[in-house]
């Protein structure tokens, strides 16, 4: 077998230099050529365009490092692990600096770069790097460092890349943006494009009743802008639609709070947040409604045909008729006596006094919430979506899906398909919604969670006539869609039943990334007793929209809830933004500005710029490959951590004290500032898709050139020597802890209210805890009947049981004493025990399905609140009636 080597390598690669010199200090013959393109049977098993060696006996190596092993063919030999990091700390880095690599390599690969000669290699370039021996001769492998030499914490750092990784990282960085992808910029409307990577991207649909707050902003559209502004500077072919969700009973709701109509409470909601939305940079390609004639097409063409296909039933539901208003009353519309505690003002979904899930047939005295009368228990027909029959293809989707989805996505949807589907009605007896195109229908709507995820569609529709393109192709799209937990059943099963019924080829979701919740401080974010920052307050504050951004993603509940915190955004503005990045950035360009007019100098690559261009390649792949699994939140550390390691370059390096040293000082000093101001621009790309508004400025400091808006997988040397800045100024301004307090009392709500007050007012006050209870009654089945976030509806759920409990200990200590005045009353004791009966089930039902933990904790502290009634009526004392442990001995 021939001994013979070949090395395949671009002409004056500098990584070359490794592999020559160990085939001349191994003594092995070595022919290197060029590539000869893409079908070189060699060449195309090169790694990131490093060279190739293919041994003498016909295996190929990819790897470098790998490759100078096999050369110098020194198996177990201590000494080659000591040759090789040597080569990364000191020869590539010489070679680089000291020889104008071009030149040397020219001398190498000769006029015609076939065949090197191997004295001349060790001729030209092991003296010019300092590799003679004390006599002369080379000296070869050099000896490892004294024992007693402690290693620098560069060198230790150093380690943990491997030589093959640096020799790549150098590589691309010299290659500069020449190698990089190019910029694209997509004409309009945006289309897929074949042989390119498609992205849809939507976010859950806001409802139109009421302002986001932070926790709604984070959970959908913001969120998902990450990923598009991401997908775009990637070269992706993306999309980004969304809209507002205008349909349903709480949109009716709303507009008889507020006294006007369906359209006007759309129409006022709709620009309020589109404004919120565009305060916040989000960058959609197109912001619709549902209430359009597009929705309405589209809607009743996926019904007609998935009715037309058999996957829809008919049945019907005995409902309340107002003969007044002449229409059946959702049960938003009813409010009557609770069956089960005699509360005055139960609705017809939930009785807010015991808790207890209720029909609105089932409450007594029904009366009509729009004018009062009595209503009457009228049969009315309505359509089902027949999910068992559509339920086994909907499992094979979903397993084949479900594994690129968040965590609580798949465990929510899978919980649904686990006990097997039911018929779910899909239509209503409402005015305000997609008419059904049935006859006999002419006077139902479709339910709301039916029509509103069609509003994807029906959006794009809006956005452009070749909407089939996005929504009929499913194997040229990748569809992600963003949402809070709570609305991933109608996106895990509903929406994806209906195009699986209709039969046709619909893009259906590949991604479905689902938050958890955000809370606000020790709570919930309520806007009804102005608790938390809404969409409409953030810009009041005065803080820019991109530190919103910034802090919203860096707290992003990705895998559990989290919480707003005015202290801890404080500090990570003050740390990671003015103190890491923003120092950084501004140091560089301040001192170029400063100390070199302002103009880029050489960089001349020594051991620590190709140490440094190590460690920000490697934060960059990690950066990457976290945002292309959409963990917007773990990737945002990257970039910091690359800030992080520029201030140490800096600080390491002094590049105000080289300056006024010797010339060879200087130029040390101008390399320093020529690869910070390198980092500086990667930065302003990474920083794109969380805070656009920074990028920019950094940009314009850094007189950039529109090219480099793009994410390619290496760190490119983007601004040359010769390149001028602009003008360096402050990019963040510290937040003291006097405006944080100051925010925190403004947003704190109820606690400074006079309602609040009469909350906690003292016992004798029984009047004011009397009319407070009631408006809290009243807020709460204003919120549900609005269909508010169900934290929102929790927290004053749980204000409005404080305020009974004190309630009720006002009007003991206020009744006057009598001898049979803790007598208990037998009928007031049957009535608790059977609502303590009653709870205790729900309870235990809510605990065996697997129900959200705020929900089952709402309902146990109804429960508790019920027993203490129960107790107090049977005369029992506060302490007779807590709770004992049934454990013996241990401290709680």
Known sequence: MSNHDVLVAPEFHPVSLKLLVSAELAGRPLTVRCPEGPSDPIWHHSLGGLPVLQTGGGGVLFSPSAAARCLLSADGDAELETWLRWDGLVLQPLALRRLQARAALRRL???SPVEVCRAAALATVLPAVGLEGPDGCPAGRPSAPAASEPESPTEREEEAISTDDLDAAVAAYLAGLASAPQRRTLPKPVLPEEGRRNVLITSALPYVNNVPHLGNIIGCVLSADVFARFCRLRGCTTLYVCGTDEYGTATETKAIEEGVTPRQICDKYFQLHREVYEWFNISFDHFGRTTTAHQTEVAQDMFTVIHENGFTLEDTMEQLYCGKCDRFLADRFVEGTCPLCGYEDARGDQCDKCGKLINAVELMKPRCKLCTSSPEVRTSRHIFLDLPKVEAPLRAWFKQSSPQWTANARVIGNSWLRDGLKPRCITRDLRWGTPVPLPGYENKVFYVWFDAP?????ITAGYTPE???????????DYYEFMAKDNVPFHSVVFPACQLATGRAYTMVTHLMATEYLNYEDGKFSKSRGVGVFGTDARDTGIPSDIWRFYLLYVRPENQDSAFSWADLMTKN???????????????????????????PELEMGPDERQLIGQVARELRRYLALLEEVKLRDAIRHIFNISRRGNQYMQASQPWVLVKGSPEERRRAGSVIALSANISCLLSVMLQPYMPETSATIQRQLCAPDAVNVLGDAFACALPAGHRIGTPAPLFEKIAPERIEELRKRFQGAQGTPAAAAVGAGAGDVAALEQEVARLGDVVRKLKAAKAPQAEVQAQVKLLLEGKQKLTAASAAAAPTSAGAGAPDPAEVARLTAAVAAQGDLVRKLKSSGADKQQVTTQVGVLLDLKKQLAA?????????????GKKGKNK
């Open 467 to 477: 909407w089939r393109r996005w929504w009929l192709a499913p194997k040229t799209v």
């Open 873 to 885: 009526a049977g005369g029992q004392s506060a302490a007779e009636a807590a709770p004992k442990s």
């Open 574 to 600: 003050n740390s990671e933004l003015l103190n890491n990045l923003g120092n950084f950035v501004n140091r560089c360009l301040s001192f170029c500005q400063r100390c070199f007019g302002g103009v880029l």
């Open 454 to 458: 069609i509003g994807y569609i029906s």
């Open 109 to 111: 690969y000769g006029d």
